[in-house]
């Protein structure tokens, strides 16, 4: 309920209510967003999923934010978890991990229909829901948006208009024991014109895409669940200045719950294959101009309980890729509730970011001689994170809560001289402490 009752018109805005994330606005659609530092229109250490699907782009570890949206008044929650996932969520899991949710099908029957405007944006939604039998339900949508230009300190527009238009369904059908889903989302955006600069047109910059994905959850004796997850997304961006990629995306993982007092084991595995075709732009061109790159994953968790108020999770993922291996990525954590309303906690994680292919195939400029190279051995970046923190509800409607960090970082992309090759050589610590106080009034 805090989503719409926030204003937000799209995920971007809707994410600045998360005090543990730092949201900034490039352009009339864009975003730069990420935790714990490394913030800019590329951040590449924050992994983001919609539903189940990760939407990162395996071109640079990072999120096309104008790509990205769904119909705020469909979302049931977006968890935002601060710190390193890597155990759970695999690789680029290193900031912090936003998880976005959208409601059943059951929770969204009916006819909902959303109109706004304004001086600076337009927007439109109509969704409908309604029923598949005696267990099925469904609801299908569309929406579309029209976005200004934002100004230069000068007043004069920076010529980033938007238009976007996205269509989508979700179906679920529940049994006994089991439950699917059905679910898919078509996009296309464009930009206004963005003018020339010495004689090169940028043109429009065109961002299109569609994605399917299916989910089967079964409940098991004693509390137990399998649930296995599949899901396709094509993606394609003509931007004239930067490159112009087309993207394929195939995804499978299954996860195993076993609840064995006093021990709750979670394991599960996971493969995605990702190809792609990346055209050459004013400032970039990537070879070889296309490849195809697969991850394969399995990783194990326990939590068990040490004393009446003492729970201990420890884990363990392997993953690996193809430009490096495999990666050990661990976890260990302690939680003390003394209280109910009272917690105490501590972790010690490793988490990397594996190579894309901006680290190890791009060239500046689009054409010879090129200023920068990818770095043909460049190495995953490795960060070892300590964190304690504490949170405590003071009352009905008041919490606190503080976290206190520090991420050893190691092979940090770094860059040699004329003619630049991407080498991974610098090293440093990353310290901090967040806190926030929370009052529903």
Known sequence: EQIPRSGATNLGEALRDAPNLRVARISAVNYAITARGFNSAFANKLLVLIDGRTVYTPLFSGVFWDQQDVLLNDVDRIEVISGPGATLW????????????????????????????????NHAAFRYGGTLGEHGHFRAYVKASSLESTKRASGMPALDAWERQQAGFRADWSGERDT???????????????GSF?????GRLEANGANVLGRWTHDLDRGGELRVQTYFDHGERDDALFFRPQRDTLDVEVQH??????????WGAGYRRASDD??????????????????????VQDRFRLAATLDATIGLKLERNDYTGVESLPSARIAWKPSSDRLLWAAVSRAVRAPARFDRDVFFPGEPPFFVIGGPNFQSEVADVLEIGYRVQVADRLTYSITVFEHDWDKLRSGTSLPVELEYRIEGAARGLVRWITWRL
């Open 198 to 202: 010495a004689g090169f047109a940028f």
């Open 278 to 299: 990346i055209g050459t732009g004013f400032v970039t061109t990537f070879i070889p101009g296309s490849r195809d790159l697969e991850w394969g994953n399995v990783f």
């Open 90 to 121: 695999g690789a680029n899991a290193l900031n912090g991990v936003i998880n976005i949710i959208t409601r059943a099908a059951q929770e969204t029957q009916g006819g909902f229909a959303s109109v706004s405007g304004g001086n600076f944006e």
């Open 257 to 266: 719950s076993i609840p064995l007092e006093p021990h709750d084991l979670l």
């Open 180 to 194: 699917f889903t059905l679910q898919a989302d078509v996009h296309g955006g464009r930009s206004e014109d963005r």
